[in-house]
């Protein structure tokens, strides 16, 4: 069983930047494949980005290309979600997931998840 905490949420101006970081523990978490998903109120949780257990390969959403980069740090079993040139539309409450396979696109359904961490992006 793998264990996700979620930090780093809160309130910032748009062009600004966040990073948020999800402490995983319990399971070989080091191996998993790890990302993060975003939802707002009234839609589906959607993925943002994934990256596999070594970080050869990464999977970014369309909508944060070029923003937002997805970083692990396997001796310290963390994964981090550097967001940069912050928007309006990206407020949503993010959440930290895991899975054993790495899926590359949207389709991804991880096993485990965190609780989630609110970002809050002002115009």
């Known amino acids: 069983q793998v264990q996700l905490v979620e930090s780093g949420g809160g309130l910032v101006q748009a062009g600004g930047s966040l990073r948020l970081s999800c402490a995983a523990s319990?399971?070989?978490?080091?191996?998993?494949?790890m990302g993060w998903f975003r939802q707002v109120p009234g839609k589906e949780r959607a993925l943002v980005t994934e990256i596999t257990w070594s970080g050869s390969r990464r999977y970014y959403a369309n909508s944060v290309k070029g923003r937002f980069t997805i970083s692990r740090d396997n001796a310290k079993n963390t994964v981090y979600l550097q967001m940069n040139s912050l928007k309006p539309e990206d407020t949503a409450v993010y959440y930290c997931a895991a899975d054993e396979r790495y899926r590359g696109d949207s389709s991804w359904d991880p096993d485990y998840w965190g609780q989630g961490t609110q970002v809050t992006v002002s115009s």
């Open positions: 319990g399971g070989t978490s080091s191996s998993y494949a």
